[in-house]
């Protein structure tokens, strides 16, 4: 996998963007020049005069990027294959100002399957670093995105949760480690 740290782009037509991290949506103009701060999980976080904005791995071709395949079941999978699947989905969400994905740093408190008429249902709890996180929202749609992808799941339930309050003691010790806190 390549390394698109610090590598330059220019957004090659309207785009949407979340500016980081204010969570607010923006179009990004065609022929602006920015690079590449955080190329984690299939989205990208870029600088862009100034400011940070996320680009999501949908939209990875407007800055001259390629998108991540779909993840796929092996053949006969069983519910714990499935949950695997979608565990390591999950550990494709990252926050934007952190290269840590939200499973090592201890945000996804739940996750299970429910049956439904149409296919499984994914009942994920979660919570944030903080509880005032203007990217809240944005995580939250990323993990139902990524999570509705995984064959055979109709639709993803993500509840934000705030207790127990996310602490650092939280975080894998990779995640320790990778952020310096350990």
């Known amino acids: 996998m390549r390394n698109h740290e610090n590598e330059p782009i220019v957004v090659q037509r309207p785009t949407q963007a979340i500016a980081i991290p204010s969570g607010v949506e923006v179009e990004l103009k065609p ?22 904005f996320r ?16 993840p796929e079941l092996p053949p006969g999978a069983s519910e714990a294959d499935i949950l695997n699947v ?13 290269p840590v994905n939200i499973v090592d740093l201890g945000l996804i408190y739940e996750c ?7 296919g499984r249902t994914a009942i994920i709890k979660m919570t944030l670093t903080a509880p005032g996180c203007g ?9 139902r995105e ?13 509840e934000l949760v705030f ?20």
């Open 31 to 52: 022929g602006v020049v920015g690079y590449v701060t955080q190329a984690l999980g299939g989205s990208f976080t870029v600088y862009i005069d100034g400011n940070l």
């Open 55 to 70: 680009i999501a791995g949908a939209d990875a071709d407007a800055i001259g990027m390629t998108p991540v395949k779909p």
């Open 86 to 98: 979608i565990w390591d989905q999950l550990r494709t969400c990252y926050d934007p100002e952190i």
């Open 112 to 118: 299970t399957l429910a049956p439904g008429p149409d």
């Open 135 to 143: 990217m809240g929202e944005i995580l939250v749609q990323d993990v």
């Open 146 to 158: 990524k999570v509705e992808i995984v064959p055979t799941i109709a639709r993803a339930e993500v």
């Open 163 to 182: 207790d127990p309050p996310w602490n650092p003691a939280m975080m894998s010790e990779a995640a320790r480690l990778q952020t310096g806190m350990l």
